[in-house]
Structure formats: structure tokens, C-alpha cells
């Protein structure tokens, strides 16, 4: 775990909340502050982020808060740099080579950058689902769901057992496999991997869960369950989801976020954005004119 | 006008079918010759005693190259020792961990290591262990041959592992696990049937290399208690067999070649066998 931390090169990015002994007089920290909790920190605090590939910049000037234990939508059209931002959340953007990121992101007030923090722990914290539901081919259904945390060192059998049946109830996968958890995970139909990936990503009580359009290649009634779900979570996760589905950001979001041409566009209450959105990108865009 | 036309075209292509068709006889029928040949020189001189007994001295007839089919086998897998940690450990370098240029240049030297003539490795071993060891060995013929094994190994390792989906290793990174976790429990497991099959072929390949072996291990008419000491090797007593003036050794030599097509045969369609379940699965 990151444990709390001296924000010594990061001063002018520190949410005054984050050192309490401080007089909490920083200038830059929005005025936003969650609503849940008196002094909780929010699970992301984005600041001037901007992404490059090469010398493309895939996302530009984002500044943005993700409260806890809600559901935040980011919408907009292709390549407007939803899935990239996304990554840049659990670091997973570094593993694509040329890819650099400036600016400063938070979570519950750390710096998730700053130098001698090891991604592998920050991944361990941030879970994400792909796109494309990936089980691993060589592992059987239990086995997918224990890997994160068999092989981060868990040998404790019952508790294994507790979590196994925990996270697939939890990814509502449970009545369907609980007789074929030894058979192989690629066995399952499409929809039941990608809640398979999902229960694998729970196992490890992830603090936070992102979604990188987790129900592009699914059907109605798995799309259903997997949106069911991730209302069920946000009780106690906090989740980003990224969409082409603008139904589903309405329907299972509490916040959404509309980014267009690697821009943040507008950032309100889901409701405020598709009844009355501010901006004239953001109404084209929902109402369907473009996109 | 047209019809003549088309009477030509319908020529050319009956001659150049005819000229594939020739040139596929053409590489298929050197490899059925050689093994009818072999077949009907050698089958006759196959028998238990042929694979179990030691060689007769000139003259007395029966014996056979039990020595020398158990020295291949530990020639092959001395080799493996020195082939396999070496080359698979190099692919993974080169498929999870080199940086471009490196890897440009690691790729350049394995495949010119690989056109290395096998002698030069036998010269190789044999200043690397003869000389210091002052004797033949069983571990100097194993070196040579594990020498050709590397690069073989290294490139079908790094080409395997390449081809395992991003997604999977993406996603064994998003649950937190170590970038080394994840090579050895993820992308290891789903690359193994090909990694295996690179295995396989490389000891086809080394299997009938007689050439390093002259110097290194030699050859022994006697089974060989040591793996300090010289070892008899199929290659090997073929080659004394067959450039021998005696009949009944030339009939050995022919029995020999035929164990030895057969043995890398075998691995070949053990190759063939994994890599066809692989495409089933997938």
C-alpha cells in the first residue's frame, strides 16, 4: 500500500485537505469538494493532466474530481481520449512506449507519479476491465478469479474459497458457474467472461474499479447484468467507466464526464449534462448530432 | 482472334502447371528415396540385438549400437542443459525486456550464430573442454551441440512470445502483479506448446549433427560409464561404419541411419501433433 506521503515536490498540486497541519490556504484547489464526507479525500483529483504519445497530445488540460463510492461516466466520441485518460489512472498508459503524461493526479491525495511508487501497487489499488474480456486461456474459471491474489502471495485456502465465492456473486456470475469452476475460463460464453474478468478484478478489493468499455461486445441482457453490477459496487467502490453508450452513462452513472478532440468538455452531475448541458459541444453530442 | 488467344493462355497454363507440379515431385521425392533406401538397406539388420548390444569386433557378425543410441540420447540431453535455459532465457530478454536497438543487434548475432558452420562449434568446445579437461567427453560434444541449440531456441521462443495477446498481459498487469510475475505465470504458460515445439526442433536439428562431435565426444565402442569420458554418438558410428571396409559394419551403418531418421522424425511429428492441437484450441 502507498501510505501517506510528504508532498514535498508536489506543492502547488496538494488538496488542502491532504496535509491537515498546514494552514489549508492553496489557491489552486478547486471548490468542488465531494459531498460525502466532511474531510474524505476524492478518489481522483486530475490536475492539468496532458497526455502525449510521441508528440501528440492524446489528452489535453484535464482537470477533474472523482468523488468516492460513486459511478463516473466518461463519454464522447472515438479517439477523443476517454480510454487514454482512463489509463493514465492506473498507469497502465506507461506500458505503451512513447506515451508521457504532464501534470498531477491525486488519489486520495497522493501523488500517483511522484518518483519511487511502484505502478504494480497502484494497480493493485485501481482495477481495471477491458474492453475485450481477456481470461487467461491456461487457467480454469476459479483459477482466473484467485490469479491477483494467489500470485501476490495469498495461500490462506478458506479465505481463497470466501473470495472466490464473493467476487462472482459480486460480477452476478456465481449461479451460473458455481458446477464448472474447474472447467477452462475461455469455455464461457462472451458475456460471462467479461463478468468473469470483472469478479477477477474484485478478488484482489481493488479501492477503486476502472472500466474501459466493459459492455462494447456484449449482448442486452449481459449489458443488464453488468450495468446491475456496477450499481450493486458502488456501495462500497468507486467506479469509472468509459462508454461508447450514452443510455448506459445515463442509466448507471451518478457523475459524467464529456471529453471531445482530447479535451474535457464539460464535467456535471449526469442528469445536469443530459437535460442541460452548458456547453454547445456537450448538447450536439447528447442529443445526437454528432458523434 | 480471341479463340487463339485463349487456346494460348489454356497452353501456358497446362506448362506451367506441369512445371509446378514437377517441382513439387521434385522436393517431396528426395526425402521418400532416401527413406525406401534406407529402409530396405537397413531394416534387415534392426533387431533388439541392435539396439541393446555393444559393437562386435570386425570379423564376427551380429551386435549392435545400443552405446551409441544411449549416447545420443545424453548428448541430447546435455545439450538441452545448456540449449534450453540459455535460449529460452534469451527470448524472454528479447520479447519482454530488450529495448529496440538491443534487441536488433541480439536478433543479428543470434542469426549469425546460427549460420555458424557446426564444426566451428566442435573446435569451439573442444579448446573450451578438451584442452583444460585433457580428454574427450560426453560434456564437450554436449557443449557443441548445445551451442546450435541457442539460437534456434532464442528466435522460436521470442517469436512465440510475442504472439501472446497484449490483452493478456495488460490484464495480469491491472490486477497488480509483477511485470516478472506476470512473464512467468502468464505469458510463459500460454506460449509453452510453442516454446516446446522450438525445443523439439532444435534437438531434430542437433540430433544428427556429427561434425562437433568428432572432437568432442568422440566416439566409444564401449558403453561409456562417465560423462567425463568419450561417448558414442548414432552420427559418429554411422560415419566409422560406413567408411569401414567391412559388409556387415556398412549393413550396421545403414540400420544406424535409419534409427536416427526415424528418432527425428518422431520429434518432427511430435512438432507436428502440438502445434495442431494449439490452432484447435484457439
Given at each position: 500500500?502507498?501510505?501517506?506521503?510528504?508532498?514535498?515536490?508536489?506543492?502547488?498540486?496538494?488538496?488542502?485537505?491532504?496535509?491537515?497541519?498546514?494552514?489549508?490556504?492553496?489557491?489552486?484547489?478547486?471548490?468542488?469538494?465531494?459531498?460525502?464526507?466532511?474531510?474524505?479525500?476524492?478518489?481522483?483529483?486530475?490536475?492539468?493532466?496532458?497526455?502525449?504519445?510521441?508528440?501528440?497530445?492524446?489528452?489535453?488540460?484535464?482537470?477533474?474530481?472523482?468523488?468516492?463510492?460513486?459511478?463516473?461516466?466518461?463519454?464522447?466520441?472515438?479517439?477523443?481520449?476517454?480510454?487514454?485518460?482512463?489509463?493514465?489512472?492506473?498507469?497502465?498508459?506507461?506500458?505503451?512506449?512513447?506515451?508521457?503524461?504532464?501534470?498531477?493526479?491525486?488519489?486520495?491525495?497522493?501523488?500517483?507519479?511522484?518518483?519511487?511508487?511502484?505502478?504494480?501497487?497502484?494497480?493493485?489499488?485501481?482495477?481495471?476491465?477491458?474492453?475485450?474480456?481477456?481470461?487467461?486461456?491456461?487457467?480454469?474459471?476459479?483459477?482466473?478469479?484467485?490469479?491477483?491474489?494467489?500470485l501476490n502471495g495469498v495461500k490462506d485456502k478458506s479465505l481463497l474459497r470466501e473470495r472466490l465465492e464473493q467476487s462472482l456473486r459480486m460480477a452476478a456470475l456465481w449461479d451460473e458457474v458455481k458446477d464448472n469452476l474447474h472447467k477452462s475460463g475461455i469455455s464461457l460464453s462472451g458475456?460471462?467472461?467479461?463478468?468473469?474478468?470483472?469478479?477477477?478484478?474484485?478478488?484482489?478489493?481493488?479501492?477503486?474499479?476502472?472500466?474501459?468499455?466493459?459492455?462494447?461486445?456484449?449482448?442486452?441482457?449481459?449489458?443488464?447484468?453488468?450495468?446491475?453490477?456496477?450499481?450493486?459496487?458502488?456501495?462500497?467502490?468507486?467506479?469509472?467507466i468509459v462508454t461508447h453508450n450514452m443510455q448506459q452513462a445515463a442509466r448507471?452513472?451518478?457523475r459524467t464526464a464529456f471529453f471531445y478532440m482530447g479535451k474535457l468538455i464539460e464535467y456535471a452531475e449526469t442528469k445536469a449534462i443530459f437535460m442541460n448541458p452548458t456547453q454547445p459541444q456537450t448538447e450536439a453530442y447528447v442529443s445526437g448530432r454528432f458523434g | 482472334?480471341?479463340?487463339?488467344?485463349?487456346?494460348?493462355?489454356?497452353?501456358?497454363?497446362?506448362?506451367?502447371?506441369?512445371?509446378?507440379?514437377?517441382?513439387?515431385?521434385?522436393?517431396?521425392?528426395?526425402?521418400?528415396?532416401?527413406?525406401?533406401?534406407?529402409?530396405?538397406?537397413?531394416?534387415?539388420?534392426?533387431?533388439?540385438?541392435?539396439?541393446?548390444?555393444?559393437?562386435?569386433?570386425?570379423?564376427q557378425s551380429g551386435g549392435g549400437m545400443g552405446n551409441a543410441i544411449a549416447g545420443t540420447f545424453e548428448l541430447l540431453a546435455l545439450a538441452s542443459l545448456v540449449g534450453i535455459p540459455v535460449g529460452v532465457l534469451g527470448g524472454i530478454f528479447l520479447a519482454e525486456y530488450g529495448g529496440e536497438r538491443m534487441n536488433g543487434w541480439v536478433r543479428f548475432w543470434a542469426d549469425v550464430l546460427n549460420g555458424v558452420p557446426s564444426i566451428v562449434w566442435g573446435m569451439v568446445a573442444y579448446s573450451l573442454v578438451v584442452l583444460p579437461m585433457k580428454s574427450y567427453s560426453a560434456y564437450a560434444g554436449g557443449l557443441a551441440l548445445g551451442f546450435i541449440m541457442i539460437p534456434l531456441v532464442l528466435r522460436t521462443t521470442e517469436e512465440v512470445l510475442v504472439l501472446v495477446p497484449r490483452s493478456y498481459r495488460e490484464a495480469a498487469l491491472a490486477l497488480g502483479l509483477a511485470r516478472w510475475r506476470m512473464i512467468v505465470r502468464i505469458v510463459l504458460p500460454t506460449a509453452m506448446r510453442g516454446i516446446i515445439t522450438g525445443i523439439m526442433l532444435a534437438m531434430g536439428r542437433i540430433a544428427g549433427e556429427t561434425a562437433p562431435l568428432l572432437f568432442t565426444a568422440l566416439g566409444n565402442d564401449f558403453w561409456s560409464r562417465h560423462l567425463a569420458e568419450p561417448i558414442?554418438?548414432?552420427?559418429?558410428?554411422?560415419?566409422?561404419?560406413?567408411?569401414?571396409?567391412?559388409?556387415?559394419?556398412?549393413?550396421?551403418?545403414?540400420?544406424?541411419?535409419?534409427?536416427?531418421?526415424?528418432?527425428?522424425?518422431?520429434?518432427?511429428?511430435?512438432?507436428?501433433?502440438?502445434?495442431?492441437?494449439k490452432s484447435r484450441r484457439a
Open positions: 500500500m502507498i501510505t501517506s506521503m510528504k508532498q514535498d515536490s508536489q506543492a502547488g498540486h496538494v488538496p488542502a485537505a491532504s496535509t491537515p497541519a498546514a494552514p489549508s490556504a492553496a489557491p489552486s484547489t478547486p471548490p468542488s469538494n465531494p459531498s460525502n464526507g466532511p474531510r474524505e479525500l476524492p478518489a481522483f483529483a486530475v490536475k492539468d493532466l496532458n497526455l502525449f504519445y510521441g508528440t501528440h497530445r492524446a489528452v489535453q488540460e484535464v482537470n477533474l474530481e472523482i468523488p468516492n463510492r460513486s459511478v463516473t461516466a466518461i463519454i464522447g466520441p472515438s479517439g477523443c481520449g476517454k480510454s487514454t485518460f482512463l489509463r493514465t489512472l492506473n498507469r497502465m498508459h506507461e506500458l505503451t512506449p512513447g506515451a508521457h503524461h504532464t501534470g498531477t493526479i491525486l488519489m486520495h491525495g497522493e501523488d500517483l507519479y511522484r518518483a519511487g511508487i511502484d505502478p504494480t501497487l497502484v494497480r493493485r489499488r485501481v482495477g481495471m476491465v477491458f474492453q475485450k474480456s481477456n481470461p487467461f486461456p491456461t487457467m480454469t474459471v476459479a483459477e482466473n478469479v484467485l490469479v491477483g491474489l494467489r458475456g460471462q467472461q467479461q463478468r468473469l474478468c470483472i469478479a477477477r478484478a474484485l478478488a484482489v478489493r481493488p479501492e477503486i474499479l476502472l472500466m474501459d468499455e466493459p459492455c462494447s461486445a456484449l449482448d442486452p441482457i449481459a449489458t443488464a447484468k453488468v450495468e446491475e453490477l456496477i450499481h450493486e459496487i458502488k456501495k462500497e467502490y468507486t467506479v469509472v448507471c452513472s451518478d | 482472334m480471341t479463340s487463339t488467344n485463349h487456346r494460348f493462355r489454356q497452353g501456358v497454363n497446362l506448362a506451367m502447371n506441369t512445371l509446378f507440379v514437377c517441382c513439387a515431385i521434385l522436393v517431396v521425392s528426395p526425402l521418400g528415396f532416401v527413406l525406401f533406401h534406407l529402409v530396405s538397406e537397413g531394416a534387415r539388420s534392426i533387431n533388439l540385438d541392435f539396439f541393446i548390444h555393444l559393437p562386435k569386433p570386425p570379423g558414442a554418438a548414432l552420427p559418429l558410428q554411422i560415419f566409422a561404419y560406413a567408411i569401414s571396409p567391412y559388409d556387415d559394419w556398412h549393413r550396421q551403418a545403414w540400420a544406424g541411419a535409419l534409427v536416427l531418421v526415424l528418432l527425428i522424425l518422431a520429434l518432427s511429428i511430435g512438432v507436428r501433433l502440438l502445434s495442431r492441437d
